[in-house]
């Protein structure tokens, strides 16, 4: 198998591009397959290339791009001593890739043959159903951190975005999931004075600074957590779930008011309520 970049592209255009031109003009319904044909091909290589991005394989693109341009810029330039070596190295190269890739390669066939398939393509679950999974792994979370009396800020996001919020806090942009809530939170490490933010079905940020509310009729004995919790409640839609490192009891403020010492099952309900149902049941209309 002979690689020659370096062809001739006028009978390329005569053969291909301007009879393929013709055939369109006396068919335009071919028009509509070759809308199709591209759309998947383009989808195809987002796709490709979301997936090879950050990882080793992207530095090899890169390079396997230059080797191609070098190529063709060497058969244009009529320099027939690079051109046969480079095209040589690229058959060869052919054969390098497969043994190259074959990690990726195989693990995107096993992907294509098993319920992954959907993710291969970064087709998420249904948000509905993924949010309800994050809100038991928030109770969960707070659920055992109560247990063993660590204190604890979670902020939820809704619709009013806390941008400001996030920034000043250390960014995470990870999966929600009860071990890494309540190791953020373990006493004596770097992120656990602060809050969490959540906002689109991820930990944005960690030790974050929210706004103290400072209303004279909030009870005395609301620690600094209660007081932050209540204070972005106000400020924003969010929904905050606070556990106090005194008494391990978990409350949850909303619209600027505190409701205290909540269980797990009564948490999972009030953040379903106020985060899966008003706002799914608003976009279903």
């Excluded at 330039?77 to 195989?106: H, S």
């Excluded at 619709?159 to 009860?178: F, M, R």
């Excluded at 969490?196 to 974050?208: D, P, R, Y």
Aim: aromatic content about 6%.
């Amino acid at each position: 198998m002979v690689i020659n970049l370096g062809m001739n592209w006028e009978n390329f255009y005569k053969e291909n591009i301007l009879a393929y031109i013709k055939s369109l003009q006396s068919n335009p319904l071919e028009l509509i397959t070759l809308i199709l044909d591209i759309s998947i091909v383009i989808f195809l290589l987002y796709c490709f290339f979301k997936i090879v991005k950050g990882s080793r394989a992207w530095q090899l693109i890169k390079g396997i791009a230059l080797l191609i341009i070098a190529t063709w810029v060497s058969g244009i330039l009529n320099l027939k001593i690079l051109n046969w070596i480079l095209t040589g190295i690229m058959n060869l190269g052919v054969i390098a890739i497969i043994v190259i890739f074959q990690p990726e390669l195989r693990r995107g066939l096993e992907q294509l043959g098993t319920n992954k398939f959907t993710k291969f393509f970064g087709i998420d679950k249904d948000l509905e159903t993924k949010t309800k999974e994050d809100i038991y792994k928030i109770a969960i979370a707070t659920t055992e951190l109560s247990k063993i009396k660590v204190g604890a800020l979670i902020v939820i996001e809704r619709d009013i975005k806390i941008q400001d919020i996030i920034s000043t806090g250390i960014p995470l942009n990870a999966e929600v999931s009860p071990q890494l809530l309540v190791n953020i939170f373990e006493p004596k490490t770097p992120l656990h004075d602060g809050a969490v933010v959540i906002s689109g079905n991820k930990i944005a940020a960690a030790a974050c600074v929210l706004p103290l509310a400072d209303d004279k009729d909030i009870a005395k004995e609301l620690g600094t957590r209660h007081r932050a919790a209540i204070g972005i409640s106000k400020e924003s839609d969010s929904i905050v779930v606070v556990v106090s490192e005194e008494t391990g009891k978990i409350s949850v403020a909303k619209d600027g008011t505190l409701i205290a010492d909540v269980r797990e099952d009564a948490l999972k309900k009030i953040l379903i309520t106020n985060v899966i149902t008003k706002r799914f049941a608003g976009e279903k209309k």
